[in-house]
């Protein structure tokens, strides 16, 4: 039988308050899973070590340096985000009045907070599940001290290896979900959404978000160019770097960076989560210019809502903790107000990528499966 992965790790040795320890050897060992990029084992390795020897200084910082390997930092400003914590607020307070009985399942509870709208709201049973285990302990403490634990269960795991009953009594009757990046699906929410309904939900559950629109528009701003491409600078031609810079999309604030749009905003995909799942779509869209320029990048950004009526956006100018989602193309593209471009989008289920063609160019061949056909002309369609 082929090994697998973790047969092929080094075993974490299991520390035991009798053995006689050498703690130089477990804080290296920590420092070794870390190296090795294992950041949940070394801070693992750490906290055993804390067990014993609690002051140990090397040990607590080896466990923060390696929680926050596998922690994100925006963590702490998404919370402080208030316009969203107040719309899944309200959005949730409003599902949960519909169906006060409803066994709510929060899918990546993160600090517990959908979790304990939900329990505030009124529920009275929701699974909170949590797939990074440093960040579900946490979980559990917060909820605990918010004084929720009664109405809040904790599964650390991902939902994906979720399974009713063992995880969750029985398929639940609300999904409340925040697994969303600047570019609406780069956290999976397509997949774990569908997987969700498949194996977690019941049949009619409230999906929360219930839809997500991608919206793009073409832009030009050397500013943003540059932080993704370098050519001739100090005496030295660095374009040969360039074959580092990224294909994808990279967040930024638009509307820091100096630049003209060129194009209206226009929608790309829109996503009906109680349908949708993660297969590779693409969709070409005429656009007409709307302004000469130089197109350096596409910028997008998402329109999701969370139920009808409440809807919750990080188009640029909005100072949401989301920025946009900027994808710079490899070299401008000239345009023209009455010469329409092409711009092929296509997402692999987690990353919307574009290319742009002027209209007489053949289009590109792609690796996607399934495209939906689509031609629009979306001048008019344009807000
Ligand atoms: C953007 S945070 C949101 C946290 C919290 N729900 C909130 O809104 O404040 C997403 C969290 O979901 C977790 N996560 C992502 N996908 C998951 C999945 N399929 N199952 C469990 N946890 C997941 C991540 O580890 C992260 O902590």
Redesign the pocket.
């Known amino acids: 039988m082929e090994p697998t992965e973790s047969d092929l790790m080094d075993p974490v040795p299991e520390i035991h308050a009798d053995d006689d320890l050498e703690l130089a050897q477990f804080l290296r060992w920590g420092r070794d899973l870390h190296h090795q990029g294992r950041y949940e084992d070394a801070a693992k390795a750490y906290e055993l070590i804390l067990g014993l020897d609690r002051d140990n200084e090397e040990a607590r910082i080896g466990r923060n340096r390696a929680v926050r390997r596998a922690?994100?930092r925006?963590?702490w400003e998404?919370?402080h985000d208030e316009e969203?914590?107040e719309l899944?607020d309200r959005a949730i307070r409003q599902a949960v009045a519909a169906n006060p009985d409803a066994l709510v399942l929060?899918?990546?509870?993160?600090?517990?907070?959908?979790?304990m709208m939900a329990a505030r709201a009124g529920a009275r049973h929701v699974v909170?599940?949590?797939?990074?285990e440093p960040?579900a302990e946490t979980t559990s403490r917060v909820v605990r001290v918010a004084g929720y634990d009664d109405a809040v269960s904790v599964v650390p795991?991902?939902?994906?290896r979720?399974t009713v009953p063992e995880d969750l009594p029985r398929r639940a009757d609300l999904l409340?979900?925040?697994?969303?990046d600047c570019g609406l699906l780069g956290?999976?929410i397509l997949g774990?959404i569908a997987?969700a309904r498949e194996h977690l939900l019941t049949p009619d559950a409230t999906i929360m978000p219930s839809r997500g629109r991608i919206i793009a528009q073409l832009v030009e701003s050397e500013q943003l160019f540059r932080k993704n491409h370098v050519g001739k600078l100090y005496g030295f031609d660095l374009a040969p770097f360039n074959r580092l810079s990224t294909l994808e999309y990279f967040d930024s604030r638009l509307h820091r960076h100096e630049h003209r749009t060129l194009s209206d905003p226009l929608t790309v995909f829109d996503f009906d989560f109680r349908t949708a799942d993660a297969t590779p779509r693409g969709t070409e869209l005429r656009v007409r210019p709307t302004a000469a320029g130089r197109l350096h990048a596409i910028a997008f950004w998402f329109e999701m809502e969370l139920l009808p009526g409440i809807t919750l956006d990080n188009a640029p100018g909005h100072d949401s903790h989301w920025k946009q989602a900027i994808q710079c193309l490899p070299v401008p593209v000239l345009v023209q107000p009455g010469e329409p471009v092409v711009l092929d989008a296509v997402h692999d289920g987690e990353c919307v990528r574009f290319t742009v063609r002027t209209g007489s160019e053949p289009g590109p061949e792609r690796d996607v499966p399934a495209r939906d056909g689509t031609e629009r002309d979306v001048t008019e369609a344009a807000r």
């Open positions: 922690v994100p925006w963590h998404m919370l969203r914590a899944y929060d899918i990546g509870a993160g600090s517990g907070l959908l979790a909170a599940c949590e797939g990074q960040v795991k991902m939902s994906t979720m409340v979900t925040e697994i969303v956290e999976g774990t997987h």
